[in-house]
């Protein structure tokens, strides 16, 4: 495990007037968990110039399904690393425009 990698704090939500239309339609939030994140990945992948399935970011992330007056507003807060981590050899690669996103 490297302690030294860089992370950043990522929130995923999505507009009031989309979130009531998804309530009345019985959305399950869940699904968000796995877009956001291959979101995330997908765009440091093209900041960093990563190709190959062995590398991977770390990401850390869950899912709160309501805002703080507990009204229905699924939205995903993910703490994600800044680089990619060579799960066959354990090389770093950096993305170096990870800032803009």
Do not use: W
């Amino acid at each position: 495990m490297n302690t030294e990698l860089e992370h950043t704090h990522v929130t995923f939500t999505i507009p009031g007037t989309i979130a009531k239309l998804l309530f009345e339609r019985k959305y399950e939030p869940l699904q968000m968990m796995s877009l956001t994140t291959s979101l995330y990945k997908s765009l440091l992948c093209s900041s960093a110039k990563v190709k190959g399935k062995e590398y991977h970011p770390g990401i850390l992330a869950t899912l709160h399904k309501s805002g703080n007056s507990l009204n229905y507003n699924p939205h995903v807060h993910m703490i994600a690393t800044k680089e990619f981590v060579n799960t066959l050899t354990g090389e770093i690669i950096d993305a170096p425009n990870c800032n803009r996103m």
